[in-house]
């Protein structure tokens, strides 16, 4: 099957090209990161996590997608994602693998990454969390290449890979149900020491995986001959509504047991996040805040008219803001706030840096180069399934 990556148009080998170039000015920024340090970066000591955990949280939550897909399909025998769930399974690889990147990069030396397997600690959830991804990843690449590859051949799959398949779905849940564990685990960080955290990350990430899997059909559509189909797309877009209702709420009621509440250390956190402090004198992400949810609510209305969210030039609007949205509140808006005002009470505030843009968009590049090859493969072995 590795012969179809190999094999295209010249729109496909300039989209190649564009994407090694990414990488390639990715790997330059963070060739100065590694020689001068975390210095060349917008992290302090007060705001150590920033820019790099902000996209890790977020691609966790896409990768976790996937089961929106696979669990209809597998255990409710929901034929309409026949087409569907092998794309869920394939984006999932490289989010997970986009996840690990930006952890290494995030670290000051990326080669203390191996402390974690020569040292386990079962007592820290850095160590779940690295478990439950990499167990995901490998679950993912298994499950996708046995199915698939049965289908190409025109096979049943093996009966063994069904309870795999069984097993990747708890799985899915765990890594961002994990990973909501690692920030609010953290005493010292108020913003982040909620109890809803966990199905807030979960109901976040199950509008904007499937958006972003919406977007990815579309574009297949478009550009080649497989058809992922309407029914499937549609009611992902339902998933979509219903998740982004839930995610809506549960801000709105963090925002309102943050200020309502009225206690200091809880309520400066959101205070920060949508009016500033200090009388605005520190206000960087209020913004940015505000955008996301505007965007939000916006996309919201929309979803909740089935007549709208039945086209699907206007779910290549909608889904965008879904996206965007989230990657707003729960990437800047969550890790960063988390560490504004600091437990003393300072107010040290973050702004990334070219050097981090420039590895960022060097690592999202390797994801999108990853899941550029293996579309590539499966649209073109359906394709000639199809054919037949």
């Known amino acids: 099957m590795l ?80 087409k569907m769930v092998v794309m869920g399974e394939l984006l999932a690889i490289p989010a997970v693998f986009m996840c690990m990147l930006f952890i290494v990069v995030d670290m000051g030396q990326p080669s203390r990454v191996a402390n974690v397997f020569l040292h386990p600690s079962p007592s820290s959830m850095m160590f779940w969390d690295t478990v439950a991804l990499m167990g995901y990843l490998l679950l993912n690449v298994l499950i996708s290449q046995i199915t698939f590859g049965a289908e190409r051949r025109g096979v049943a799959p093996p009966k063994w890979i069904k309870p795999v398949i069984i097993l990747s779905i708890p799985w899915a849940v765990s890594i961002h149900t994990v990973t909501a564990f690692l920030y609010a685990g953290l005493e010292a960080r108020s913003f982040w ?86 009388h605005g004198e520190f206000s960087a992400l209020v913004p940015f805040m505000w955008t996301s949810q505007i965007l939000a609510l916006g996309a919201l209305l929309l979803l909740l008219f089935p007549k709208i969210r039945a086209k699907e030039s206007a779910l290549a609007l909608i889904c965008p803001a879904v996206i965007v949205a989230i990657w707003i509140e729960k990437g800047m808006g969550m890790i960063v706030t988390g560490f504004i005002p600091s437990p003393t009470g300072q107010v040290t505030e973050y702004a990334p840096t070219l050097i981090e843009g420039g590895v960022t968009i060097g690592v999202y590049a390797i994801g999108i180069l990853i899941l550029t090859v293996l579309y590539k493969i499966a649209v073109s072995v359906r394709e000639g399934i199809a054919g037949k």
């Open 3 to 82: 012969e179809n990556a190999l094999q295209g148009s010249r729109k496909y080998w300039a989209w190649i090209g564009f994407l090694l170039v990414l990488i390639l000015g990715g790997a330059i920024a963070y060739f100065f990161q590694m020689r001068d340090g975390l210095s060349v970066t917008g992290l302090s000591r007060d705001v150590s996590w920033g820019f790099y955990i902000s996209q890790f949280t977020f691609l966790v939550g896409v990768a976790a997608s996937a089961v929106m897909v696979v669990l209809p399909y597998y255990l409710h025998n929901y034929k309409a994602f026949g």
């Open 193 to 278: 020491m909620t109890a809803i955290l966990a199905p807030r990350f979960l109901a976040s990430a199950f509008a904007s995986g499937p958006s972003l899997l919406i977007i990815l059909c579309l574009l297949v559509k478009k550009f080649t001959k497989f058809d992922p189909g309407k029914q499937a797309i549609q009611k992902l877009a339902q998933i979509v509504t219903y998740a982004l209702a839930i995610n809506v709420f549960f801000v709105a009621v963090e925002l309102f047991s943050g200020i309502y509440s009225d206690m200091p250390h809880h309520k400066h956190a959101f205070e920060y996040l949508f009016f500033g402090l200090n």
